[in-house]
């Protein structure tokens, strides 16, 4: 059985700082697929990124960095020099990948709310 | 484009009536997915779509959820009969994937609340 473990339930953060959210998953697939997703206080959800399992290379997208470790089957998210407009739920999710592309049966974590205060 | 779009953006109803719920991707996008979202469950993939054909609903609750995709600008997923434990926001989002890159980028629209009393 898949499992995504947000351990972090709640982060709080000065502006500017730098924050990491965690990620740990458990899975028997040799082939899956990684996410970030961001919900704001407004409700809306946003796409962030999706990792294939083979991939390990780190991703950076201007202020936000993901740390993808098989190792330690990790996935963790990070926010430099973080912004007001950063505060929100975090949700990492996993799910299985075929070999013909797709993905089903996704797994998402508990989501991790980040606070920024000004 | 207007986005992924939704409708209704907010529905009540009574437990065991239909509950229909609508959603226009955006256009050139292949892939189609719904989610729900509860207190109770957290977020959840219900089902999606590659090219107006379902892949995966292995999310699914029950039979009382189905879901269609007629053509590549429009989908629906329907509640019959509705529960008061359906009641949450369901997300409707749509994708493309960068040819070569597997590179996936997925869209979002606004949701529709649903309240089954």
């Known amino acids: 059985a898949q499992k995504v473990t947000q351990a972090q339930t709640e982060i709080s953060v000065v502006e500017k700082e730098d924050v990491t959210l965690d990620c740990v998953y458990e899975?028997?697939?040799?082939?899956?697929?990684l996410f970030w997703y961001k919900q704001p206080p407004s409700g809306e959800l946003v796409f962030l990124i999706r990792?294939?399992?083979?991939?390990?290379q780190n991703e950076i997208s201007g202020r936000y960095s993901w740390n993808f470790q098989k190792s330690t089957s990790s996935f963790n998210f990070t926010i430099t020099a973080s912004q007001v407009v950063d505060s929100a739920v975090y949700f990492c999710?996993?799910?299985?990948?075929?070999?013909?592309?797709?993905?089903?049966?996704?797994?998402f974590g508990t989501g991790t709310k980040l606070q920024v205060i000004p | 484009d207007a986005g992924v779009i939704q409708s209704p953006r907010h529905e009540v109803t009574e437990m065991g009536q239909e509950v229909t719920l609508r959603c226009k991707p955006i256009s050139g996008h292949d892939y189609l997915f719904w989610y729900r979202q509860t207190m109770m469950r957290g977020l959840e993939l219900l089902i999606y779509?590659?090219?107006?054909?379902?892949?995966?609903d292995s999310g699914m609750p029950e039979d009382r959820f189905s879901a269609k995709m007629p053509n590549a600008s429009f989908s629906t997923l329907k509640i019959q009969p509705s529960e008061p434990r359906d009641s949450a926001v369901y997300f409707c989002a749509s994708s493309y994937e960068t040819p070569g890159l597997g590179v996936e980028t997925q869209y979002f629209g606004p949701g529709t609340r649903l309240l089954v009393l």
């Open positions: 899975t028997r697939d040799t082939t899956y697929y």
């Open positions: 999710a996993l799910s299985e990948a075929w070999n013909s592309g797709g993905y089903q049966k996704v797994t």
């Open positions: 779509f590659n090219n107006n054909v379902p892949i995966d």
């Open positions: 990792r294939n399992s083979f991939d390990e």
